[in-house]
């Protein structure tokens, strides 16, 4: 197994992840080259001592002095893959690479280090002086690639190019490799030229992988960050790139370097660098396995005469599918000519296809017992090499390179999804996949998707077919529904003149037309499953998909049963693990046949449940019907308790009804851990255990007649490991009812929810006792039947009024004048302020506390800046954190976002800007709104974490990829959220 030695992934936390380089400096050749000396008179501390340090390594003499040398540099690399594309994920990295070319200012690194989509990328120097990078060139097949920097932006050192020198790779030749490996800041790693023939590595299927060249392989264990570095011989010169290495052996693997001069000749010229391809892999074969396949002893004679320091000749590996090459040449073909001329390497076959695109090539080749000719054309290699993409439902697809392809033995072209995001996600058709028709469109191009996504309707479900590259075989069709207002739609290629990535925008799909109601029907259940045909009618299911991970997710999709309580006014009911949040796409399916869009309605901050809104007039036929709520319950009157015997009514794994008769084992307050990150959890609350739990999604528990007394739902959190975890409880259907009733009426206004924001913990009497409570006390509570002793056992961290006049520990025995009986009167009021009589420190002490009004939204408002989503602290961060740094919390970070490159995570907290303090959300926007102009810039950004301690951080600014906007939550938007996006220059 090999591994890419140029993304190393880890970040150095002082903001600086670029290493300074050791350097090979010293006299002059009458040819301008320089061979290694002392530099008696550098400038710069750090460089002599990384300079001295490689002329220390043995092998490596001092020829001589020179101070007035310039110096040969290799330089760091921070960079950014701002989009996944092609081969390539977003993420950040760092990298090596060193200077070619002085005047032109041209760096050579790899091909998987330059990127071949969108990259943003800087070089520090060995003096530590950072100058910005444009991507000018990578090459299609090989692992190369240029970078081009300004040299008048290098104020304080003169720079001089290490020479190409591919021509002196010998085996058994010392060498040095000099770069930044595995985010060191020096690191000069020796070795010794093993091979000059080895077999291209492999990095893994669908990876970028090299072929159709020769490597070099020595034992150096480079690893991440050692990517691009120069592979130096005794004199300073480069004689091999350094690309990748074995993960389990000390080898490392180098790029000859006979294309790249080719290359480097035309790019400092500013031509085109010719490149063809008959998309063909070969591969060297030694003449003993040559034998095997067929090839003539005369032949190999006159090979040998011809070539006699090669050992083998080349030989068809694999032939792409309606490729120039199909149907000519075969596996196992053995290139005997080509033009007529005797060929052994891939250096002068690939010379003769970039002399030849766009015109027919002749290959002679050896086929079994016989000698075959054949007339290929030579397709532009950059012409199947994608240089565009499009941006739509928060993913990211463009065409199928011959990189891919390759790897999977497909034909060339069709739209690849690069990255599924949110809209072609719904359709599983994930990364790897090929697009083959969207809607009513067949998509063979970008350009045919491009067409697909305008005939889109806002809203739709729409079919897409595709092939998952890993199983061709295997066609699927996903519905996929249309989903656009959260994320940029638009098209952006590819400008080799900058290195940038020009946008231009696409017509978003037009909003959803008024469709005809959609007819649904209920087949009545049979009588054995009695009492559910009852309640069936009113069970629907949920789908929620968040565009963005927010408000503590860590994921994306969610799934469950939900339940009709106004069928009138479209409301649905289910619990907080299948609509965990405000800000998403909710879809209601009716019937397993009607899906509707839906948009949330109320998140309730402390019970499991939430509730969500279809448009009934969409329905016809026969819709679904009120929920059958057992009125005594649900006023409150009664309540199941241990032993009472239940029906449970829940949906299974395959949406079929699930019916069993039990008995209620337990009747206990709901218990839940604090999450990481922090997320909605239940509390103050009690939950239902019933003796034989059948495995379900969720449903009601009812009586025989099927009136509902609880709610059968799923509650999340977490174990000790901070592993998701979930529990099956029923909840009482009082809890449902403030807030039901307000949303039923015409006004359809969710209630005020307010609370003492305190946790509370059921006390056992005998702790009551030692805290000091009195006999008489105690008698009152033992009383009444299941009554139970509270104590708060955690207060929020923000400055609420419940905060400041309760204690942890305090026992809570009245409220307004009567006797806490249990957590039903302390979990949710509905007064301003209540009174309370609390047992402290053995006293009973009277307190008027002011309660707290919580947002049955949780957050109305997120702001995207430079790749970090910010939002105000929400109720699960609140219960985290000792003190509030500031309202501007830091919820989400986008890999290969600048937010990400510059160390931001969520759970941080942003204090300044640039000096500039930011309390609240609106003071960060309006901090924003001075950056929105301008050419890319550092900004200082203060942070702090929950520990309270403070860092500074440095955020490169980049308005281009990443836009600023925000997320509004808008009552009079269907979805009930409205995009805003920021002007910028």
């Given at each position: ?926 901090a924003l709104d001075a950056m929105r102009s301008g050419a890319p810039r550092y900004v200082r950004v203060a942070v702090a974490g929950k520990n309270l301690v403070a860092r500074v951080l440095s955020l490169r600014v980049d308005n281009h990829y990443w836009p600023p906007w925000e997320l509004v939550h808008d009552e009079a938007e269907a979805s009930g959220w409205r995009m805003v996006e920021k002007a910028v220059d």
């Amino acid at each position: 197994m090999s591994n890419h030695t140029g993304e190393s992934k880890a970040q150095d936390q002082d903001g600086s992840a670029a290493v300074r380089a050791a350097q090979v400096a010293g006299v002059r050749r009458p040819d301008g080259s320089v061979l290694p000396g002392q530099h008696a008179g550098a400038a710069n501390g750090c460089r002599a001592a990384a300079r001295r340090a490689v002329l220390a390594q043995p092998g490596i003499s001092q020829l001589g002095a020179d101070a007035g040398a310039r110096d040969p540099v290799d330089v760091s690399i921070k960079a950014q893959c701002v989009r996944s594309f092609d081969t390539e994920t977003s993420g950040t990295y760092t990298a090596t690479g060193f200077v070619v070319d002085v005047e032109a200012g041209l760096i050579l690194s790899n091909r998987h280090v330059v990127n071949p989509g969108p990259v943003v990328a800087q070089a520090v120097f060995v003096n530590y002086e950072e100058v910005e990078l444009q991507a000018v060139y990578r090459d299609p097949v090989h692992d190369f690639g240029f970078f081009r920097f300004d040299p008048a932006k290098l104020k304080f050192m003169e720079a001089e190019a290490i020479r190409l020198a591919p021509h002196k790779a010998k085996v058994g030749m010392e060498i040095r490799v000099v770069g930044n490996d595995a985010g060191e800041k020096l690191s000069i790693l020796a070795g010794t030229l093993a091979r000059l023939d080895r077999t291209a590595p492999e990095y893994g299927l669908g990876e970028y992988n090299d072929f159709n060249t020769f490597y070099m392989q020595a034992a150096s264990g480079t690893s991440g960050g050692s990517s691009g570095s120069p592979v130096l011989d005794i004199a300073g010169d480069a004689v091999a790139l350094n690309a990748g290495g074995a993960s389990k052996a000390a080898s490392s693997f180098y790029l000859p370097l006979d294309r790249v001069v080719h290359a480097l000749r035309l790019v400092r010229r500013g031509q085109r660098v010719a490149r063809g391809t008959v998309q063909a892999e070969l591969e060297h074969v030694p003449y003993d396995g040559l034998r095997r396949l067929g090839l003539p002893l005369a032949l190999e004679q006159r090979a040998r005469a011809a070539f006699p320091q090669a050992q083998g000749m080349l030989a068809v590996r694999a032939v792409l599918r309606s490729g120039p090459a199909h149907g000519h040449l075969r596996a196992g073909d053995i290139v005997v000519a080509v033009d007529g001329a005797a060929h052994s390497g891939f250096a002068s076959f690939e010379a003769a296809e970039d002399a030849a695109v766009g015109r027919t090539l002749a290959v002679s080749v050896w086929r079994g017992d016989a000698a075959h000719d054949a007339q290929l054309h030579v397709q532009d290699l950059h012409a199947i090499t994608p240089s565009r993409f499009v941006e739509f439902g928060g993913g990211v697809v463009n065409e199928l390179s011959y990189q891919v392809a390759r790897s999977y033995g497909a034909a060339v072209g069709g739209v690849y999804v690069a990255s599924s995001g949110h809209a072609l996600g719904s359709a599983g058709a994930w990364r790897g996949s090929v697009l083959q028709r969207v809607g009513r469109v067949d998509t063979p191009g970008l350009d045919a998707f491009v067409r697909a996504v305008a005939a889109l309707r806002e809203g739709a479900r729409v079919p897409v077919r595709f092939v998952a590259l890993d199983r061709p075989h295997k066609q699927r069709v996903g519905i996929m529904h249309v989903s656009t207002r959260w994320h940029a739609l638009r098209l952006a290629a590819r400008d080799d003149a900058t290195g940038r990535w020009e946008y231009s925008h696409m017509a978003r799909p037009a909003a959803g037309a008024s469709a005809a109601p959609q007819t649904v029907a209920h087949h009545p259940l049979p009588r054995s499953l009695d009492p559910a045909g009852a309640v069936w009618r009113s069970f629907v299911g949920v789908e929620f998909h968040a565009p963005f991970l927010v408000d503590g997710m860590r994921a994306a999709r969610f799934q469950g049963p939900g339940l009709v309580v106004d069928a009138a006014g479209g409301l649905v009911v289910c619990d907080r693990d299948t609509v965990p949040i405000a800000l998403g796409d909710v879809y209601v399916t009716v019937a397993a046949s009607a899906v509707l869009r839906a948009r949330v309605e109320l998140l309730h901050p402390t019970h499991n449940f939430a509730l969500v809104r279809y448009d009934a007039a969409q329905l016809a036929g026969a819709p679904p019907v009120d929920l059958p709520l057992h009125a005594d319950f649900y006023s409150g009157a009664r309540r199941l308790e241990q032993g009472d015997a239940v029906h449970v009514v829940a949906v299974s794994a395959d949406q079929t009804p699930v019916v069993r008769r039990t008995r209620v084992a337990a009747r206990a307050m709901v218990a839940t851990a604090e999450c990481a990150p922090p997320r909605f959890r239940c509390v103050n609350a009690q939950g239902l255990r019933l003796n034989d739990q059948p495995p379900c999604l969720g449903g009601v528990l009812c009586d025989e007649r099927g009136r509902v007394q609880a709610l059968w739902v799923s509650v999340s959190s977490q174990d000790a490991a901070h592993k998701d975890t979930t529990t099956m409880l029923g909840l009482d259907i009082s809890v449902l009812r403030p807030a039901l009733d307000a949303l039923r009426t015409a006004a359809r206004v969710p209630p005020p929810l307010r609370s003492l924001d305190a946790d509370l913990w059921p006390l056992r009497p005998a702790a009551a006792r030692a805290l000091g409570l009195s006999d008489a006390r105690l008698a009152q509570a033992e009383a009444a039947p299941n009554a139970q002793l509270l104590s708060v056992s955690a207060l929020l961290a923000c400055e609420t009024p419940a905060a400041r006049a309760l204690r942890v520990g305090d026992v809570v025995l009245e409220c307004d004048g009567a006797a806490v009986r249990d957590v039903s009167a302390l979990a949710v009021v509905a007064a301003p302020a209540v009174d309370l009589v609390v047992l402290r420190d053995g006293r009973e002490q009277a307190l008027h506390v002011e309660t707290t009004e919580l947002d049955a939204m949780e957050t109305r408002r997120v702001v995207h800046w430079c790749g970090a989503l910010v939002q105000r602290p929400y109720r699960a961060v609140l219960e985290q954190v000792q003190r509030l740094p500031s309202a501007v919390y830091i919820s989400c970070t986008l890999f290969g976002s600048p937010a990400n490159a510059a160390g931001l995570r969520p759970g941080m907290w942003i204090t300044e800007i640039d000096g500039r303090a930011v309390a609240t959300l609106d003071d960060f926007a309006e901090a924003l709104d001075a950056m929105r102009s301008g050419a890319p810039r550092y900004v200082r950004v203060a942070v702090a974490g929950k520990n309270l301690v403070a860092r500074v951080l440095s955020l490169r600014v980049d308005n281009h990829y990443w836009p600023p906007w925000e997320l509004v939550h808008d009552e009079a938007e269907a979805s009930g959220w409205r995009m805003v996006e920021k002007a910028v220059d």
